[in-house]
Nanobody, 123 residues
């Protein structure tokens, strides 16, 4: 079956950096666009970034542009989210997801989801 497994979360200070990874199995990874979402306590899940199957197209939430970078390695079936200049408001559980659509921002358009990894940014 399809599995998406996130890793790389943790506790970091304001201004710090983290790199999240999402390893995929059970699907033809290079046929799927991949996205990162996050959900803070008491809030809805929100779009963070997405990357096309080839890696040539990306899309970002406005508040993370210039700080976060999404990338993928199709040979390793892995998508990454490099997060720099982290802020306390970035604190959330981060999820990766897979879709056959073209860089959607709506979570309902993603077909497969990981279990999430916690990112906590302390002030």
């Amino acid at each position: 079956q399809v599995q998406l497994v996130e890793s790389g979360g943790g506790l970091v200070q304001d201004g710090g950096s983290l790199r999240l990874s999402c390893a995929a199995s059970g699907l033809t990874f290079s046929s799927y666009a991949m996205g990162w979402f996050r959900q803070a306590p008491g809030k809805e899940r929100e779009f963070v970034a997405a990357i096309s199957w080839s890696g040539r197209l990306t899309n970002y939430k406005d508040s993370v542009k210039g700080r976060f970078t999404i990338s993928r390695d199709n040979a390793k079936n892995t998508v990454y989210l490099e997060m720099n200049s982290l802020k306390p408001e970035d604190t959330a559980v981060y999820y990766c997801a897979a879709t056959t659509s073209v860089l959607p921002i709506g979570p309902g358009l993603y077909e497969y989801w990981g279990q999430g990894t916690q990112v906590t940014v302390s002030s």
